[in-house]
């Protein structure tokens, strides 16, 4: 049986309905407030052009192309749910600890073609070939830091995007204020031309409020989960390495779950602990 201890692939339907629930909260709001036949009253080409067109080329020109580009793929993350099953990974670990407990570190190496995780099945060929347990840490830690590096990344560009919002907002908001008050000898016109300055204002807030914030805030979220795990991961492998009981490896890495997820699933746990 293979052991994969990320899978994507599964919807998030939490990300799914939030946005579309966001959307909704505004609709009823636009019409509740407008009717439904005045909702065009909200649509202006020229807004959206300067605050989204704005705060995307603005994006574009503080990043590389590629780094651009990979921040906007990156929203498809928020969509697909990747499934961190902790449990079923520490219950790996015990095994694979009884393994070594029975027959030695070398017979790991057969176990590693087993494994999908990369980074589980890099420390464990580490462990094999025997390094140094400090240079595993180190090896394995660096690696660690290199991923959340980029998830930071990804992460910070939907926090900067959402900051551009609202200020280019602002920027057709006084755009629309110049026109305005070349107007103010025609006061029929105030009224309509107050609202287009305030819907680049509306369109930023939206862009910051009801796009960015979530991406962000689920792309941490992601984060924070894939890097405990690979924690979880270098701990379990350098008590396997140390040759540690695996009942102590099972306790140890349990502490890193809350109290009630601490039931792992079926397997002989420290069973062998001769």
């Known amino acids: 049986m293979r052991f994969s201890a990320k899978k994507v692939g599964i919807v998030d ?9 966001c959307f909704g909260m505004c609709a009823f709001g636009i019409i509740n407030s407008a009717g ?5 009253r909200y649509a202006d080409g020229a807004s959206a052009i300067i605050t989204f067109g704005g705060a995307f080329f603005a994006i574009m020109a503080a990043n590389t192309m590629k780094d651009y580009i990979g921040g906007l793929k990156s929203i498809t993350l928020v969509f697909k749910a990747p499934v961190h099953d902790v449990r079923s990974m520490i219950q790996k670990i015990i095994d694979l600890s009884n393994i070594a407990r ?3 570190l070398l017979s790991l190496e057969e176990a590693a073609g087993d494994l999908d995780d990369e980074f589980m099945k890099k420390g464990i060929l580490l462990i094999v070939d025997g390094t140094d347990p400090d240079l595993v840490r180190g090896i394995l830690e660096t690696e660690l830091v290199s991923v959340e590096d980029r998830h930071k990344k990804r992460i910070s ?10 200020a280019w907002g602002m920027i057709g908001t006084l755009i ?5 008050l070349y107007e103010m000898d025609d006061p029929s016109m105030l009224g309509p031309n107050m609202a287009v300055a305030l819907i680049t204002t509306l369109y930023g807030s939206l862009l910051a409020n009801w796009i960015c914030a979530p991406v962000a805030g689920k792309l941490k979220v992601n984060n924070a989960s ?4 690979k924690e979880i991961m ?37 069973e062998n602990n001769g």
């Not at 339907?13 to 629930?21: K, P």
């Not at 439904?36 to 065009?40: C, F, L, R």
């Not at 560009?157 to 609202?166: A, K, R, S, V």
């Open 226 to 229: 894939e890097i405990m795990m």
């Open 157 to 166: 560009f939907w926090e900067d995007l959402g900051g551009m919002g609202p």
């Open 234 to 270: 270098i701990e379990g492998l350098l008590s396997i390495q140390a040759g540690e009981n695996p009942r102590v490896i099972e306790e140890k890495l349990k502490s890193f779950l809350a109290p009630g997820d601490r039931i792992l699933g079926d397997g002989d746990g420290g």
């Open 102 to 104: 029975k027959e030695g």
């Open 176 to 180: 629309g204020l110049v026109n305005m």
């Open 13 to 21: 339907l939490a990300s799914i309905l939030g946005l579309l629930l």
């Open 36 to 40: 439904i036949g005045n909702i065009n």
